[in-house]
């Protein structure tokens, strides 16, 4: 019988738009420096590429201010793709061209529809476990229809809903993923991990730094949040800070700038 050679992780990702000093989440009297967004875009992309991971750069969406933050258009698992339908009105154009990168990636799909509801930003797949927010921008029939998606590809797969507090946009704000067998989750998040899992904390004072991207062991993690360097690299990960201060002026994250494919 004959083996496919395992492919190496890709990472789907979109550079900002111009139209990124529109996006949304950002506070009164902020202003977002388009190149240095730009800049920090591209050092964010090198690292994963240094780490082994192909790049799927699809082009900028100036009509989508947010179309940078790819992560909210679509929950992947194994082969398979959820493309979502996103929770604010103006990024629901992003997913469809999304979508078309997925299944160009050999991923089958599922497509979300109204009246669902649901960012990518707010589901945390540990294995066969997805923990998803209950949020703003996350309705009770998107996480309906992610639970009958997980089931779709795998019976065994298991659905947790948590609340989230008005103030936090989504639940991967204060928590992501170590590969299938770990979560890093800021200090005092209720989460009910399946046995076997660790937990790394990290302090309410570098609360931004539980938002990290995984591959392997390797792990691109917010740059100036020194405590929680220590942890991750006392765990036995290697902590690769990246600095995406202009981007968080949109509240966006690590994990929302790229999807990763695995499978
Ligand atoms: C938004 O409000 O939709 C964007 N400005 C930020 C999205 C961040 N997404 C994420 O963390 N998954």
Do not use: W
């Amino acid at each position: 019988m004959q083996h496919r050679a395992a492919l190496p992780p890709r990472a789907i990702v979109r550079a900002p738009s111009p139209s990124l000093v529109h996006a949304l989440g950002q506070e009164d009297g902020v202003v977002i420096d388009l190149e240095r967004a730009r800049a920090q875009h591209a050092a964010y992309v090198a690292a994963l590429a240094a780490l082994g991971v192909e790049i799927v750069a699809l082009p900028p969406l100036d009509a989508h201010p947010d179309a940078c933050f790819v992560e909210d258009t679509a929950v992947i698992f194994g082969a398979h793709a959820l493309v979502t339908r996103p929770g604010a009105p103006s990024r629901q154009g992003e997913a469809a061209s999304v979508g078309d990168a997925l299944a160009a990636l050999g991923l089958a799909l599922t497509v979300m529809h109204a009246p669902a509801t649901l960012d990518g930003g707010d589901v945390m797949r540990v294995g066969k476990r997805f923990f998803v927010g209950r949020s703003a921008r996350t309705n009770d029939a998107g996480i309906e229809a992610l639970a009958a998606f997980a089931r779709s590809v795998d019976r065994d797969a298991s659905v947790v809903a948590l609340d989230m507090p008005a103030d936090l946009l989504h639940l991967k704000c204060d928590t992501s993923p170590l590969g299938d067998d770990a979560v890093l989750a800021v200090e005092g998040l209720p989460l009910d991990l399946p046995p076997g899992l660790t937990r790394i904390d990290v302090p309410r004072t570098e609360r931004f730094a539980a938002n990290a991207v995984a591959i392997g062991r390797q792990v691109l993690v917010a740059a100036h949040h020194p405590e929680t360097h220590a942890r991750l690299a006392a765990a036995g990960y290697e902590p690769h800070p990246v600095d995406t201060s202009e981007l968080r002026k949109a509240a966006g994250a690590l994990t929302c700038l790229s999807l990763l494919v695995t499978a």
